[in-house]
Nanobody, 119 residues
């Protein structure tokens, strides 16, 4: 288990950009796959993107491909989500999550950061 703390959320106009950060505790950050999820009001939490421990593999939900980019800096125990060309439907609480190399589920979650995109 790792402790995760997100930051970088806020209010932005449609078409704008935001970069979210998620800092993890511990000394084995590179052994965790990381992901971003989001939960819009009245909706279930949904997967957005994931990155492998080395950063060599990434995957995105179709709705954000080409606009969102996940990256990580293992020296800083940090994963990022760069969000460009934001749309109002991106309004949600964004959570980062961690999954250990032998785990089958996302075992650690941050507290979330609010992203609001105005039209």
């Amino acid at each position: 288990q790792v402790q995760l703390v997100e930051s970088g959320g806020g209010l932005v106009q449609a078409g704008g950009s935001l970069r979210l950060s998620c800092v993890a505790s511990g000394r084995t950050f590179s052994r965790y796959a990381m992901a971003w999820f989001r939960q819009a009001p009245g909706k279930e939490r949904e997967f957005v993107t994931t990155i492998s421990g080395s950063g060599g593999f990434t995957s995105y939900v179709d709705s954000v491909k080409g606009r969102f980019t996940i990256s990580r800096d293992n020296a800083k125990n940090t994963v990022y989500l760069q969000m460009n060309s934001l749309k109002p439907e991106a309004t949600a609480v964004y959570y980062c999550a961690a999954r250990g190399v032998t785990a089958t589920s996302w075992g650690s979650w941050g507290q979330g950061t609010q992203v609001t995109v105005s039209s």
